[in-house]
Structure formats: structure tokens, C-alpha cells
């Protein structure tokens, strides 16, 4: 029933910005905290920002000060907006309902690569 379409990934140099978009369908996305995650292949996904159903955001310490969540609760749309790209980010990225019921749902997510 939930639906998570990232988009918005690409190739970027080092130091360049990409804003990652998610649309979610099958929830009342209001009312659910929501997350941003990241996975290297070979290695385990990883939290890079969550964002509170009230709009309370966390970061992990490698993306803070770079990247910004945000949400629009009318579009349904989970946003990440990343600056300040190190190689170290590249990674496919995915959204998350934070929430028990659906923690085992991800989508496609959306590819970063950041190289010169």
C-alpha cells in the first residue's frame, strides 16, 4: 500500500548541491515522521536525516550542517536538499516512514554519485 518514488538523483562533482525528492502514496503523510536513508552496496543502510510529523529534523553527524530535510504535507513529498556533496556521500538514497508498521517498506531510491 505505501509507495515511496525518489527522484532527483545524478552525477555531481565534489562541492556541488543535488535536492532529492520523494512522493509518498498510501499513508496519511501528515501524521507520520519520515527519514531520509542512504546505502553503499556491500554495506547496510544508514539514517541521514529524519523529520517529525510536527517538522523537528535530526541529522547524521557526516550530512549536518549540509544537507536539509524538509516536507511538504500537501504535495506528500519528503525532500532532501544536499550541499556541500563529498565522494563519501555517494550512495543510493531512499525514504522511510519512521514508523514500526511500515519500517520494512522502501522504495527504489534515487542514485547520488558524487565524483570529479
Known amino acids: 500500500q505505501v509507495r515511496f518514488v525518489e527522484s532527483g538523483g545524478g552525477l555531481v562533482q565534489p562541492g556541488g548541491s543535488l535536492r532529492l525528492s520523494c512522493a509518498v502514496s498510501?499513508?496519511?503523510?501528515?501524521?507520520?515522521?519520515m527519514g531520509w536513508y542512504r546505502q553503499v552496496p556491500g554495506n547496510q543502510r544508514e539514517m541521514v536525516a529524519r523529520i517529525s510529523s510536527g517538522g523537528s529534523t535530526n541529522f547524521a553527524e557526516f550530512v549536518e550542517g549540509r544537507f536539509t530535510i524538509s516536507r511538504n504535507n500537501v504535495r506528500n513529498t519528503l525532500n532532501l536538499q544536499m550541499n556541500n556533496l563529498k565522494p563519501d556521500d555517494t550512495a543510493v538514497y531512499y525514504c522511510?516512514?519512521?514508523?514500526?508498521?511500515?519500517?520494512?517498506?522502501w522504495g527504489q531510491g534515487t542514485r547520488v554519485t558524487v565524483s570529479a
Open positions: 498510501g499513508i496519511n503523510f501528515r501524521l507520520f515522521d
Open positions: 522511510h516512514v519512521d514508523a514500526e508498521r511500515w519500517r520494512q517498506y
